[in-house]
């Protein structure tokens, strides 16, 4: 799998496209399901999260945002267990800062984070 940066974008090394691989690219794909709306990609319209249906609330209901978040992980191909699971809103920036670890299919993955900004 290609590795992207924190903007999604490709990650270039030496100028060489990087690739991630086991627990890394399970990290990489639970970090792009977590920041795609549900129905967003075309070609998989079951991929990401619902947002607009569950998460932009008036007023935020945070123990349905964390059950989606979870659910979200643990449906990403690759993750086995949630084990650790911590979410913070930062309300005045409009910033939710996710971080978890999991058991994945190739190990342990510890303290992955994923900023989601709206």
Same mark, same amino acid.
């Given at each position: 799998?290609?590795?992207?940066?924190?903007?999604?974008? +490709?990650? =270039?090394?030496?100028? !060489?496209?990087? $690739?991630? %691989?086991? &627990?890394?690219?399970? /990290?990489?794909?639970?970090?792009?399901?977590?920041?795609?709306?549900?129905?967003?990609?075309?070609?998989?319209?079951?991929?990401?999260?619902?947002?607009?249906?569950?998460?932009?609330?008036?007023?935020?209901?945070?123990?349905? +945002?964390? =059950?989606?978040?979870? !659910?979200?992980? $643990?449906? %990403?191909? &690759?993750?086995?267990? /949630?084990?650790?699971?911590?979410?913070?809103?930062?309300?005045?920036?409009?910033?939710?800062?996710?971080?978890?670890?999991?058991?994945?299919?190739?190990?342990?993955?510890?303290?992955?984070?994923?900023?989601?900004?709206?």
């Amino acid at each position: 799998m290609m590795a992207t940066d924190s903007n999604n974008d +490709i990650f =270039l090394k030496a100028g !060489k496209i990087h $690739r991630v %691989t086991g &627990g890394a690219a399970v /990290v990489q794909l639970v970090r792009s399901r977590l920041q795609t709306y549900l129905g967003e990609w075309f070609l998989d319209t079951d991929f990401g999260v619902p947002y607009f249906e569950d998460v932009f609330r008036r007023p935020a209901v945070l123990s349905l +945002i964390e =059950l989606v978040i979870k !659910k979200a992980i $643990r449906e %990403t191909p &690759g993750v086995e267990e /949630v084990k650790e699971f911590d979410m913070v809103f930062d309300k005045p920036n409009r910033r939710l800062t996710i971080s978890y670890d999991a058991t994945t299919t190739y190990g342990d993955v510890k303290a992955a984070t994923v900023n989601w900004i709206n």
